[in-house]
Structure formats: C-alpha cells, structure tokens
C-alpha cells in the first residue's frame, strides 16, 4: 500500500512540472533509485563480494561496447530485460510458479508497452534518439499491435488464474488496482515523468524495503558504489556528441541507467527463480 500511495503522490508533483524539467527529474529520479541495486555487491558480512564486481564489470563492459556498435539492439536487450526484471520483483512472490510467471509478464509489459500506446510519438523520439535510428515503421506498428493485442488477453486471463487459485477476493482487488493505477499513471503523464514516478515511489521503494537491513548495515559501501554509478553516467554525458543538452540528459540517463540495470536485472531475476525452485 505504501508503494501504491507514493507512486500516485509523485505522480501528481510531477504533473504540476513544466515540460522543459522533465529531462532533469529524469536524471535526478534515476539517481535516487539507484541505490537499491548496489547491495547485490554485498555480501552477508559487509564484505564486496568479488564474483559479483566481476560480474558487474563484465556486464557493463559488453552492454557499453553494445551501445557504442549496435545502439539498436542495446535498446532493445535493455527493454526486454527491464520487462522482465520490473514484473517479476513487483508481483506477488508468494503465488505458484504458473501465476508468478503469469503476473510477472503482465506487469512488466505495463512499463514497457503503455508509453508506446499512450504516446507514441514522444515513444519513437526517445527510441530514436538512444538507438541513432529511427524506429518508426510497418515493423514497430505491427509489434505493437501483437504486444498490445497479447497484453490485453493475458490481463483479462490472470483475473481467471487467479480465481482459480483461490487467493483472498482483496488481494485480487488490490493487485489490479495496483495495476490501473500504474496505466493511468502512464496515461496522465508523458513517458519520462511516469517512469521516474514509477521508478522511484514503485519499483526501488519495494525493492529496498525488502533489503534495508543492508542499507541501513553497509550505508557507507552502498553510498561508494552509488557515486561509482554517477562517474560513469558523467562519462556517458561527457561523450554524448553535439546533441541539446535535455537530449544528452535523457540518453545519458537511459545508458548509464542500462549499464547497472541490466546486470542488475539479471541477477535479481536469477535469484528470484532460484529461490522459488529451492521451495519447489
């Protein structure tokens, strides 16, 4: 409930922002949520644990040589991946595999696909600006129109799954709210707006209430691996070409938010699927 009351919150600040700011909240709402990531480099004893740095170097090393070559296909690993990471950390961790896997992809799909479908124009700018092309097209409508078309079909199905299992009548109700809530929301505001306010109030407020004993333990490790964060973006930003500066913003943004998220996406996913066949 706490997520889904800062998320509207935030949501409403943002509203009463001029578009000309929306380049900046961007970046300051990524950096707010970075911190939640940095503890997968912490081990249970505030030790750095070093197949973890290793790991993360590696990832960040081959996802930044993939946007320097193909900047096409970094963004679209970054958007699958963050569909994947996004739906499987917000839904219910306590339901069977089949409705987890089914609740999962029908939340991460809101973050990916509503902007697309609400604005589409400011959608394919963005898309352009961060993959140097365009990606307008027969190829995007259709796409489109398959993704949309087979969202639509698996949110009206999971209300079945889960009348089928039997779950408590409230969190039904409280799970599609959670879900309208974050549609409007995308509505209401434009694309980079939305995603800070979901970014931040939803998606990092419940990740780090479920490892603040390491925030708060490890403050200090967390805070340096932050700041390592921010040099990078600085990098990106330093090497962003002769583009506007709120372009420069939002792609810098974007990339340095790809270069942790992706590695973090996939070790968080990984974890998530291991710690429910450990119970299986």
């Known amino acids: 409930m706490t997520e889904l009351v800062l998320v509207t919150l935030l949501a409403a600040g943002l509203f009463a922002l001029p578009p000309s700011a929306h380049a900046l909240i961007?970046?300051?709402?990524?950096?707010?949520?970075?911190?939640?990531?940095?503890?997968?480099?912490?081990?249970?004893?505030?030790?750095?644990?070093r197949p973890a740095l290793a790991y993360y170097g590696a990832g960040i090393l081959l996802l930044g040589l993939l946007w320097w070559w193909a900047p096409g296909w970094a963004l679209g690993v970054f958007l699958v991946l963050s569909m994947l990471h996004f739906g499987s950390e917000d839904a219910a961790s306590d339901s069977g595999t089949a409705l987890f896997i089914?609740?999962?992809v029908v939340r991460g799909l809101i973050v990916v696909l509503a902007p697309s479908i609400f604005y589409?124009?400011?959608?394919?700018?963005?898309?352009?600006?961060?993959?140097?092309?365009?990606?307008?097209?027969?190829?995007?409508?259709?796409?489109?129109?398959?993704?949309?078309?087979?969202?639509?079909?698996?949110?009206?199905?999971?209300?079945?799954?889960?009348?089928?299992?039997?779950?408590?009548?409230?969190?039904?109700?409280?799970?599609?709210?959670?879900?309208?809530?974050?549609?409007?929301?995308?509505?209401?505001?434009?694309?980079?707006?939305?995603f800070v306010a979901y970014f931040v109030g939803g998606h990092s407020l419940h990740s780090a209430r479920k490892i603040w004993p390491v925030l708060r333990a490890h403050w200090g490790?967390?805070?340096?691996?932050?700041?390592?964060?921010?040099?990078?973006?600085?990098?990106?930003?330093?090497?962003?070409?002769?583009?506007?500066?709120?372009?420069?913003?939002?792609?810098?943004?974007?990339?340095?938010?790809?270069?942790?998220?992706?590695?973090?996406?996939?070790?968080?996913t990984a974890e998530v699927l291991r710690g429910r066949w450990s119970k299986a």
Request: charged share 15%.
């Open 26 to 49: 961007l970046a300051l709402g990524i950096a707010t949520g970075m911190p939640h990531g940095a503890t997968d480099l912490i081990t249970e004893d505030g030790r750095i644990s």
């Open 102 to 104: 089914h609740e999962s």
């Open 120 to 194: 589409e124009s400011e959608v394919l700018r963005l898309f352009g600006l961060l993959a140097d092309e365009s990606w307008a097209g027969p190829t995007w409508d259709r796409l489109r129109s398959a993704t949309q078309t087979a969202w639509i079909a698996l949110a009206f199905t999971l209300f079945g799954h889960y009348a089928v299992r039997a779950t408590a009548w409230r969190h039904v109700a409280f799970v599609f709210i959670q879900m309208l809530v974050l549609v409007g929301i995308f509505r209401v505001l434009p694309p980079l707006t939305a």
């Open 221 to 268: 490790k967390v805070l340096g691996a932050t700041l390592f964060t921010f040099a990078v973006a600085s990098l990106v930003f330093l090497n962003g070409g002769e583009a506007a500066w709120g372009d420069r913003l939002v792609r810098t943004a974007f990339i340095s938010l790809s270069l942790f998220a992706v590695p973090h996406g996939i070790w968080r």
